[in-house]
T-cell receptor
Framework: AQTVTQSQPEMSVQEAETVTLSCTYD???????LFWYKQPPSRQMILVIR??????QNATENRFSVNFQKAAKSFSLKISDSQLGDAAMYFC?????????FGAGTQVVVTP | GAVVSQHPSRVICKSGTSVKIECRSL??????MFWYRQFPKQSLMLMAT?????????EQGVEKDKFLINHASLTLSTLTVTSAHPEDSSFYIC??????????????FGPGTRLTVT
């Protein structure tokens, strides 16, 4: 069974600073997808970034980037130049055979 | 981008009654739809997966007779909570994925439905 672990229940960051959220996962597969989702207070799930396991290059989306370490089964998210609108719950997710498995989530608090 | 709607956004019902939640893909054909449940300050838990025209596949521990799922068309799936009880109160989220192409693996999420059973 695949499991996704987010070990940081909450992370605090000042505006304009950088924060890194950790995520590890367990799988015996070689082909899969990894995602980071953001869930703001509205509770709408928003896709932040995706990574295909076969790609060695780390994905980036504007201020969001990942550090994908396949051998270590690690998939961390870096938020640069943090903004107040980044405050939300962030979920790491693993997809295989069409199903998403989510980590417990990390609450990001952004302070002015 | 792909849009998924849910209706209603929130519903209050009395214990013992049934409530239906609709999930619609507005601008794409959803061959597969997923239903999740989320308790406060917790992660999303997959309840079931449904493919258009087929019976839903329920995750272990989810009562299929209590949570009836129908995926009658490529744009609509419904979740009916039968004989609801207060412990069924939760936030229910649907997602949908399309057929073929690069986005076949990606799930697009609805805004969720808050169910309160009194």
């Amino acid at each position: 069974a695949q499991t996704v672990t987010q070990s940081q229940p909450e992370m605090s960051v000042q505006e304009a600073e950088t924060v890194t959220l950790s995520c590890t996962y367990d799988t015996s597969e070689s082909d899969y997808y990894l995602f980071w989702y953001k869930q703001p207070p509205s509770r709408q799930m928003i896709l932040v970034i995706r990574q295909e396991a076969y790609k060695q290059q780390n994905a980036t989306e504007n201020r969001f980037s990942v550090n994908f370490q396949k051998a270590a089964k690690s998939f961390s998210l870096k938020i640069s130049d943090s903004q107040l609108g980044d405050a939300a719950m962030y979920f790491c997710a693993y997809l295989q055979t069409g199903k998403l498995q989510f980590g417990a989530g990390t609450q990001v608090v952004v302070t002015p | 981008g792909a849009v998924v709607s849910q209706h209603p956004s929130r519903v209050i019902c009395k214990s013992g009654t049934s409530v239906k939640i609709e999930c619609r893909s507005l601008d794409f054909q959803a061959t597969t739809m997923f239903w999740y449940r989320q308790f406060p300050k917790q992660s999303l838990m997959l309840m079931a997966t449904s493919n258009e025209g087929s019976k839903a596949t329920y995750e272990q521990g989810v009562e299929k007779d209590k949570f009836l799922i129908n995926h009658a068309s490529l744009t609509l799936s419904t979740l009916t909570v039968t004989s609801a009880h207060p412990e069924d109160s939760s936030f229910y989220i649907c997602s949908a994925s399309g057929s073929g192409g690069q986005g076949a693996y990606e799930q697009y999420f609805g805004p969720g439905t808050r169910l309160t059973v009194t």
